[in-house]
């Protein structure tokens, strides 16, 4: 499974959780055939409110990568985990 794109919507923050809540889509392409699906997922992150935009973005996709690892794909070995940005970092 080749994450090709992530996206980051709907940031809000709780201030009674003290957290953000935010939904997190990744692109995917998956199987031989190279089939695309999203994969859509709520996410937290318990950080300050004037947390840099840059940072809270990375912990929510960490949140998000964390929760993709549990898909049954990933689970059975049926498909790798790969990101987009990791298989170009280890092209170069």
Same mark, same amino acid.
Request: charged share 25%; glycine share 6%; with cysteine.
């Given at each position: 499974?080749?994450?090709?794109s992530?996206?980051?919507?709907?940031?809000?923050?709780e201030?009674e959780?003290?957290?953000f809540? #935010?939904?997190?889509?990744?692109?995917?392409?998956? =199987?031989?055939? *190279? /089939?695309?699906?999203? &994969? !859509?997922?709520?996410?937290? #992150?318990e950080?300050?409110?004037?947390?840099?935009? =840059?940072?809270? *973005? /990375?912990?929510?996709? &960490? !949140?998000?990568?964390?929760?993709?690892?549990?898909?049954?794909e990933i689970?059975t =070995?049926?498909?790798?985990?790969?990101?987009?940005?990791?298989?170009?970092?280890?092209?170069?």
């Open positions: 499974m080749l994450v090709r992530i996206e980051v919507a709907d940031i809000t923050y201030p959780a003290t957290c809540n #935010a939904r997190v889509m990744f692109r995917y392409e998956t =199987g031989d055939a *190279r /089939e695309s699906g999203t &994969a !859509h997922f709520h996410c937290r #992150a950080l300050d409110p004037g947390t840099a935009q =840059g940072v809270l *973005r /990375e912990a929510l996709i &960490a !949140h998000a990568r964390r929760q993709m690892r549990w898909m049954p689970m =070995g049926a498909e790798d985990l790969v990101f987009a940005e990791d298989a170009e970092s280890l092209a170069a």
